[in-house]
């Protein structure tokens, strides 16, 4: 009896191989197979609104940003951390094309009541506010002329890790 299951199941299953082998989709002539997607193509991506990620590890998920020239910037400065401000305080400074990067970040140290921004100073093109673990911010702002640019975040020693490029096409 046993032998007999075995024997069905196997006549089974070759029948229903048979049965499937001569059953592959033939492509029309002249027709291709897309993949569809639901993103918009590159030239259709703003490429001028910009999210940015900051960690407990003095990490920008970015270390260059490219926008268009002539148009208003967004950027959106995420915190996914979980420490707070006074401690793991994260911001987001665009300077100015020259300015040296280690001395602005050696000014902003003693900025402390001015969210590690130096009061007066005309290095920057715009910035965030210090923002701690789970905290975002957003800024909005007229693109710079064509070049590149230096970004960092302020805290104190944050700048010699937390910096990238900020190219303007």
């Given at each position: ?15 229903m ?26 030239a ?12 407990d590890?003095m ?12 148009k ?24 100015k094309q ?14 402390s009541?001015?969210?590690?921004i ?31 640019y ?14 990238g490029?900020?190219i303007?096409?």
């Open positions: 009896m046993r032998i007999l299951h075995y024997a069905l199941g196997i006549v089974f299953s070759f029948l191989l048979i049965g499937c082998a001569g059953k592959a989709e033939k492509k029309k002539e002249n027709f291709t197979y897309k993949k569809q997607t639901n993103t918009p193509p590159k259709e991506v703003d490429k001028n609104n910009v999210v940015i990620t900051s960690n590890a990490q920008f998920s970015k270390k260059e940003i490219k926008v268009n020239a002539g208003k910037v967004k950027i959106t400065l995420k915190h996914i951390g979980k420490m707070d401000k006074k401690v793991m305080g994260h911001n987001f400074v665009l300077l020259g300015v040296n990067l280690t001395a602005f970040g050696n000014k902003a140290v003693i900025a009541a001015n969210e590690y130096p009061e007066g100073t005309q290095d920057v093109i715009a910035h965030t506010k210090l923002i701690g673990g789970g905290e975002t911010t957003v800024i909005e702002f007229d693109a710079p002329e064509v070049g590149i230096e970004f960092l975040c302020s805290f104190p020693g944050h700048y010699a890790i937390m910096k490029k900020f303007v096409e």
